[in-house]
């Protein structure tokens, strides 16, 4: 079972480590398909911040 809340939730550190909360040992490419997948990485990469450091 899955909760899904209605409050975004960001935590004050790199996108990167964001898209990877609660998940260890993931790849850059990994990261990036799920930047993808949800559709985020057009917005992502108008951002000064970089994915992938």
Do not use: C, R, W
């Not at 409050?7 to 398909?33: C, G, M, P, R, W």
């Amino acid at each position: 079972m899955g909760i899904v809340t209605q409050e975004v939730i960001l935590f004050n550190d790199t996108i990167k480590n964001n898209i990877a909360y609660a998940q260890k040992n993931v790849s850059d490419e990994a990261i990036h398909e799920a930047a993808e997948a949800a559709n985020a990485l057009e917005f992502i990469e108008k951002t000064p911040m970089v994915l992938i450091h």
